[in-house]
Each structure stands twice: as C-alpha cells, then as structure tokens.
C-alpha cells in the first residue's frame, strides 16, 4: 500500500510566493518602474551597468533594472534588493554578511525601511553590484537570455530560502513540545515558569534554569554559588 503525504508544503508556498511576487519579484519591480521617470532610470543605468550588457539586454527587448539595480528604484521599493540578490544568486546568509559589507542594508529587504544614511550609500552600493549582474549575463550567454529566464533565476534562489523558513519553523514547534514535555517531568520542583524558561530546585537545593536557547534549543544550567553556572 502507497502512503503519499499531502502537499501542504507546496500549498504554503504557492501563498507566500504570490505575496512574495508583490513585493520583491519582477512584477514588484515592474509597479516600481510606473512611479519613476524613464529618463532618470536610463541615467542612473549609464552611471552604473557596463554599456555592453546594456546593449546585450536591449537587444533582446529587456531593460537594464531587469538585471542592475538603481538607486531610484531601491528607494521606491527598498524590498527590491531581495530581487537582485536571489537574482544573482545569494542567499542572505551569504549576502548580508561583514565581509560583503551590505549588512546594513539588510532592513530594507526585511522591513521595507530605508534609512537617511542608508539612501545617501544607494548610488555606491549599485555600482558595487553591477558587476555581478555582468558577470550574470555573460555566463547566460545572449542566445538564452529571456525575461522568463531571470524570473526561473529568482525562484531557484528563493525555494531554499522558502524551504529553510518552513523547516524552521517545523523546528521551533518540536522544541515547544519537547519544552512542555520536560515541564511536565519537572513540575514538582519548579520554583517559576515562563514561557521560554523554567526554574527548578533540584536534590541538593541548587537552582537549575532550564532555558530556550539558539544553539543547543534547551540549554539546562546548574547555578554553582551566586551567578556561576555549570
């Protein structure tokens, strides 16, 4: 007998990616462009896109922010660094990092916020990577090149990202069940209880914390003499 599990996954996904679309995807971008002057996009392209790709992408009918990012543009919908991101392929781990040093601009894709400081580095951060999206198109080639290919390239970035998010959470509701498991183990020596943490009185009359934590889950810490744990 056959026991295929139901695709409620993919149901979850199918929602975020509609909503996901509207904020960071091409047709995000494309509300963007509405709002904007042509002109002042064609400007800032020219400041920044090598001229070549340019010229690759406009041969093929395709505009120059459908693969570099502009300071308008980001200001407009400061969510659209997510798209050129999972356009070129990062994940945010590996994206917003000290090393790249465009940590700082991680609320933007987050929260949609894009502060005073932030807008002023706008220009220089576009030019940094504008030659990531030239290194992009070049490996394409200009035989594949399609809108519909740089929207397929988003998404194959992005289905980790939803991927990892799912498990996360599938983590956090198994931690929660194994917490209430060992509250219920404790219950008798519990001095006081909240939400993400319980303090117990063992055998020899210590205090012992029995806490959520990032990295174990559950940490349990024996208080040795005042503020000293093992």
Same mark, same amino acid.
């Given at each position: 007998?056959?026991?295929?599990?139901?695709? &409620?996954?993919?149901? &979850?996904?199918?929602? %975020?990616? %509609?909503?996901?679309?509207t904020r960071y995807l091409q047709d995000a971008l494309s509300e963007a462009i509405k709002s904007l002057d042509i002109a002042t996009i064609d400007g800032q392209l020219a400041a920044t896109a090598p001229p070549k790709s340019l010229s690759a992408l406009a041969g093929h009918g395709l505009r120059g922010e459908l693969v570099f990012p502009v300071p308008a543009l980001l200001e407009t919908n400061p969510q659209l660094l997510a798209y050129y991101r999972l356009l070129y392929?990062?994940?945010q781990k590996e994206f917003y990092t000290s090393e790249t040093g465009v940590s700082r601009f991680q609320s933007m894709e987050k929260k949609g916020i894009l502060t005073p400081v932030n807008k002023g580095e706008l220009p220089t951060l576009c030019e940094a990577m504008a030659p990531a999206g030239d290194a992009l198109l070049d490996g394409i080639g200009?035989?594949?090149l399609t809108r519909e290919l740089l &929207?397929?390239?988003?998404l194959l970035t992005l289905g980790p990202q939803l991927r990892g998010g799912a498990n996360v959470r599938k983590g956090v509701a198994g931690i929660i069940k194994v917490f209430d498991a060992i509250h219920d183990i404790v219950k008798g020596a519990v001095i006081k209880a909240e939400p993400s943490r319980i303090e117990i009185q063992n055998a020899a009359g210590r205090t012992v914390l029995i806490e959520f934590a990032?990295?174990?889950?559950? /940490? /349990?810490?024996e208080e040795m003499v005042s503020g000293d744990y093992r």
């Amino acid at each position: 007998m056959y026991k295929i599990p139901p695709s &409620d996954l993919q149901v &979850d996904f199918s929602v %975020a990616l %509609a909503e996901i679309r509207t904020r960071y995807l091409q047709d995000a971008l494309s509300e963007a462009i509405k709002s904007l002057d042509i002109a002042t996009i064609d400007g800032q392209l020219a400041a920044t896109a090598p001229p070549k790709s340019l010229s690759a992408l406009a041969g093929h009918g395709l505009r120059g922010e459908l693969v570099f990012p502009v300071p308008a543009l980001l200001e407009t919908n400061p969510q659209l660094l997510a798209y050129y991101r999972l356009l070129y392929g990062f994940s945010q781990k590996e994206f917003y990092t000290s090393e790249t040093g465009v940590s700082r601009f991680q609320s933007m894709e987050k929260k949609g916020i894009l502060t005073p400081v932030n807008k002023g580095e706008l220009p220089t951060l576009c030019e940094a990577m504008a030659p990531a999206g030239d290194a992009l198109l070049d490996g394409i080639g200009p035989k594949r090149l399609t809108r519909e290919l740089l &929207d397929d390239l988003t998404l194959l970035t992005l289905g980790p990202q939803l991927r990892g998010g799912a498990n996360v959470r599938k983590g956090v509701a198994g931690i929660i069940k194994v917490f209430d498991a060992i509250h219920d183990i404790v219950k008798g020596a519990v001095i006081k209880a909240e939400p993400s943490r319980i303090e117990i009185q063992n055998a020899a009359g210590r205090t012992v914390l029995i806490e959520f934590a990032p990295d174990p889950d559950i /940490i /349990i810490r024996e208080e040795m003499v005042s503020g000293d744990y093992r």
